[in-house]
């Protein structure tokens, strides 16, 4: 007897659903994760909603992860849509996929056939990567125009980490599509899964996932549920209801399976038209869900157990042929068991490509049959299994290596044949940049031939190392990763094999370099170098020539790493099979270079190149670095908007990677500009996260600057504690604790020295911050990194001069930055010089009517930029000049507004000091509390789109407000930014409509 319960207690959720289709029909793709406890009803909720879909007409796929296919790549969009993509004929599988039906044998290898040979021959694997996810959610866009579709992914806790990175990228170009993708997943088990984890917290960052719980039945629900099911009922169910749900707690299988069994064992009874045995005071049931299953397997003849245990070692979905091939059973018995199992509803048979699969019922029948197998008869099973598909498979058998290899795996019958199918799993999840997969495969691999000897492989040890090198390099696994190139580089030697030492020697380079052991890596660098001449492998030469070039520049080598890096150019420039590729990472180099160096113009020049060339290159690694740099570029130049643009774009490629470390390199560069734009809640917030980040993965290179951008943001807000915590981190992480007489990685060294300056200036000890500032910028000059001075360094050195009155050093130092600022075309090092002679006239000359001018124009400068903390002090000190002059009103406006920056920081300092100056005015201050403008914006802001909603011109706008229009404009991208508008007229709109002009 079939034995179904009716979807009750569901109906709000049933309408989420539904509403998600409605929706998707009209071109706005969804995303769902249904999450609850085990049974609760995860799955039978989204087989209802796949059921309305079908009944409208839309294509359903249905999905089903399993225990045991947590290591094969993107097993779960395979088990969802490979009946579908066969039911397509060649033509229109080519049409749907514009030529990208290679692609799509990655990902479905039964379609494989001979597309697969040459599809990423000459790619990189990150582009090749790139390439296979995009092609996939294209095909899926083109193929949705057809027909809307519902894809069902169940059991995402044990999704492969492939699969869910598919799920991550179809999801975020879901925009314009007829798609819903309704996943579900355990919540007692989502934890355990971290690449589920990061999944879930990345779409929900960018606003593209509903979240739906589900929760148990409620004693009410449970009450319906009896009644629907029971009528007509003799007797009172409502005394049983309650004992049930008091079982139960709501479970819907445990419910199910509770009532099944009192039904099946004559506890519950139908005669006369009329259910009966409601009238019970105690429940004689089974306590666990576990228990109900073991009962009910209890029932079953011993060749229907034996067919259940088996299926219970397959772990996943079996299809018919193969299932009947495995169980060694005729024809006749298996179908007489398969009956039996699918009337005990233990298993259900569902059509793949029209041929019967069988799954169970649910996850806790496999669980509790496997466990109850025990160790010894479970190993023999999967043994038993790994022979029997070996033999169905035949020729074929290395293209199912995956399956192969776990069941070879768990057999403990490896020996040659098994450590092949695991090498094979593991180069097969390398080529789809499945990383974690290929490393799990790998390191199997690798300790089986270390148990069973090197020469029990068919293929070499070397092989299989550096393969596991390769993918914990790309985890972020570098030290695990140096180890085993090590080995491999061994094996090279050994047999003066001069291509791979060069090849090798350039990995260990890249990883030493990622962990910042720059010194180590110029070594290795070098080695490969010579490797490559001698393997007369000019292409190699460049790459090794333009890492060099990027480590001597960190170490501040930089006519060598000049050298490197123009060599490595002109070669790149010669062209060649990846010329596109050299040419962007050389210009990005470069661009790097003259960006620390100077002139500007040069460095922005290399930069628009390397965009370009990366653009073309296809590879969404190579975009990241040259957006990446020119964030970086955007913020020495004081292009605080383009700053906004690199990172956003950057963000995103990083994103799309899903590399460990792009997003932490990326935060670095949010970091400093939300600190320089005064969102200090944002940049602490983000300085924080990225800090845990970067310990967990040893990035040693970028902490020192983020201690120090955090510690930055810290000492004006009055933490003076945990600022010179982090002040102390970066200089010992830095090695600045160890002298100058080392070799110095100067992008850490130098912050670490303005960091403990500036402590000190904070303290009032202006000597010690001279000191340590003018150590610092030492360091900047002799390696020749003009713009760590110019920007960070020689400001503050300056104030601190001036604070000491030591008149004549502070003039020396604003001639430097104002010929500096010239000759790299630095806006900031203008404002700072023109900040710096107008204190010089304001205290030195006692001038301060001259000084107003100095000190407007630079607040002018920072605000055009915009610096807003750097503006309000300049105007602070400029309220105290027009004071001095005779214009208490002008000077107290300016107060007011350096105020208001103050509040917003939660600059305690500046805001004390400000304070203080508005009483000895007789004025009383405004609140220390920020509030809000109209819809969060200042002011000033709101000033400026009340104007535009006026139709008044940036020029008009202007005038009225003593700003530049440069300023205006910025002004104005950050209220389009705040308020999501796009233009004036939408702003215009928005204004009127929050009814500001009234």
Not at 133 to 162: C, E, T, Y
Not at 243 to 252: D, E, I, K, P, S
Not at 539 to 548: F, W
Not at 745 to 771: I, M, R
């Amino acid at each position: 007897m079939r034995f179904d319960t009716p979807l009750i207690g569901r109906g709000a959720e049933l309408s989420l659903l539904k509403q998600a289709l409605i929706a998707a029909e009209k071109g706005h793709g969804r995303v769902i994760f249904l999450s609850g406890e085990g049974g609760v009803g995860k799955t039978r909720l989204a087989t209802a909603a796949a059921e309305i879909a079908e009944k409208n007409g839309w294509l359903v796929a249905v999905g089903r992860a399993y225990p045991v296919e947590t290591g094969m790549p993107y097993a779960l969009f395979s088990d969802a849509l490979l009946p579908v993509i066969r039911k397509l004929d060649q033509s229109a599988l080519s049409v749907l996929s514009r030529g990208g039906n290679a692609e799509l044998a990655y990902l479905f290898p039964p379609l494989a056939g001979d597309t697969r040979k040459n599809v990423d021959a000459g790619l990189d694997a990150a582009e090749f990567k790139a390439r296979l996810l995009s092609n996939f959610s294209q095909f899926l866009g083109r193929l949705s125009a057809k027909q809307p579709i519902l894809i069902v992914l169940d059991n995402l806790q044990w999704a492969d980490a492939s699969s869910l990175e598919l799920l991550h990228f179809v999801a975020r170009h879901l925009e314009n599509q007829k798609i819903v993708l309704l996943c579900t997943y355990n919540e007692a088990e989502r934890d355990a899964n971290a690449s589920l984890r990061t999944t879930e917290h990345s779409l929900d960052r960018l606003g593209l996932l509903t979240v739906e719980r589900l929760r148990p039945l409620t004693e009410e629900n449970v009450s319906e549920l009896v009644k629907s099911m029971f009528a007509p009922a003799e007797g009172d169910t409502k005394g049983f209801s309650n004992l049930l749900f008091g079982w139960t707690r709501g479970n819907a299988f445990f419910i199910e399976e509770t009532l099944k069994t009192f039904i099946q064992s004559g506890r519950l009874i139908l005669a006369d038209g009329r259910w009966r045995g409601f009238d019970l005071q105690t429940f004689e049931m089974p306590l666990t869900v576990r228990d109900a299953v073991a009962a009910r397997v209890a029932r079953l003849s011993a060749p229907a157990k034996t067919l259940a245990n088996l299926a219970a070692v397959i772990g996943a979905r079996a299809e018919y042929d193969s299932f009947l091939a495995v169980s060694a059973m005729d024809e006749r018995s298996f179908v007489a068991c398969i009956e039996e199992l699918c009337s005990e509803r233990v298993i259900e048979e569902s059509k793949v490509n029209g041929d019967a699969a069988y799954d169970f019922t649910h996850p806790l029948v496999q669980q509790v049959l496997y466990s109850g197998l025990g160790h010894a008869r479970a190993t023999m099973i999967h043994g038993e299994i790994a022979e029997a598909l070996e033999n169905r498979y035949g020729a074929s058998a290395l293209d199912h290596a995956d399956e192969l290899a776990f069941h070879f795996g768990r057999a403990k019958k490896l020996g040659s044949k098994g450590i092949n199918y695991l090498v094979r799993a593991g180069e097969n999840a390398l080529e789809k940049y499945a990383n974690r997969e290929a490393a799990a495969y790998l390191t199997s691999a690798l300790e089986a031939v270390k148990l069973e000897g090197a020469q029990s492989s068919e293929l070499p040890k070397e092989k299989i190392i550096t393969a596991l090198a390769r993918a914990l390099q790309r985890l972020g696994e570098y030290e695990r990763a140096i180890e085993l190139w090590t080995l491999a580089l061994g094996e090279a030697e050994r047999r003066a094999d001069v291509g791979s030492i060069s090849s090798i020697e350039y990995r260990i380079g890249l990883a030493m370099y990622w962990i910042g052991r720059h010194e180590d890596a110029i070594s290795h660098y070098t080695a490969g170098l010579s490797a490559a001449d001698s393997a007369h492998d000019a292409q190699q030469g460049l790459r090794l020539r333009m890492a060099r070039g990027i480590c001597l520049q960190e170490l501040g080598r930089l006519e060598a790493a000049q050298a490197d890096l123009e060599f490595a150019l002109e070669g790149a420039a010669r062209g060649g099979l990846d010329s596109q590729v050299l040419l962007a990472r050389a210009h990005r180099a470069l661009l790097l270079l003259y960006a620390w160096t100077g002139p500007l113009d040069v460095a922005r020049k290399h930069g628009e190149d390397a965009v370009r060339h990366a653009e073309a290159s296809g590879q969404p690694l190579l975009q990241w670095s040259a957006h990446w740099a020119m964030a970086i570029l955007a913020g020495i130049s004081g292009d605080e908007p383009g700053v906004a643009l690199h990172i956003a774009e950057s963000a995103r490629l990083a994103e799309e990677s899903r590399s460990p470390l792009l997003p932490l390199w990326t935060a670095e560069v949010k970091v400093l500009y939300l600190s320089n734009i005064g969102d200090w809640d944002g940049g602490l917030a983000l300085a924080e996260r990225t800090i845990v980040q970067a310990q967990k993965l040893g990035q040693r290179a970028i902490l020192p600057r983020l201690y120090v951008w955090a510690g930055m943001m810290y000492l004006p807000r009055g933490e003076m504690e945990r600022a010179k915590k982090y002040f102390d981190q970066a200089w010992k992480i830095s090695g600045a604790d160890k002298g100058v007489e080392r070799p110095l990685d100067v992008p850490s060294v130098v912050p670490a020295h303005l960091g403990l300056a500036a402590y000190s200036l904070a303290l009032g000890d202006s000597a010690k911050a001279v000191e340590v500032g003018e150590a610092g910028l030492a360091i900047a000059d002799r390696t020749g990194h003009a713009i760590w001075g110019l920007q960070w360094l020689l400001p503050l050195i300056c104030e601190a001069t001036l604070l000491k009155r030591d008149f004549a050093h502070a003039e020396e130092l604003s001639k430097r930055m104002r010929a500096d600022a010239a000759r790299l075309q630095h806006r900031l090092g203008l404002a700072f010089s023109d900040a710096c002679d107008a204190l010089l006239v304001l205290y030195r000359d006692r001038d301060p009517a001259r000084a107003i001018a100095l000190l407007r124009s630079a607040a002018d400068q920072f605000d055009s930029i915009p610096l807003p903390v750097q503006s309000a002090r300049v105007r602070r000190r400029l309220a105290y000049a027009l004071m001095d002059s005779g214009q208490p009103e002008e000077g107290m406006r300016e107060l007011k507004r350096a105020h208001e920056v103050f509040v917003k920081l939660q600059a305690t300092r500046e805001l004390d000091a400000t304070r203080e100056a508005l009483r000895e005015l007789g004025i009383r201050p405004p609140s220390r509390t920020t509030v809000p403008g109209a819809a969060g914006l200042t002011s000033r802001e709101t000033e400026i789109a009340l104007m535009v909603a006026a139709r008044k011109s940036n020029k008009e706008i202007g005038v009225a407000l003593k700003i530049s229009s440069r300023t205006v404009s910025t002004h104005l991208s950050n209220i389009f930014l705040k308020l999501g508008v796009e233009s004036r007229g939408e702003l215009a709109d928005f204004v009127r409509e929050l009814g500001l002009t009234t």
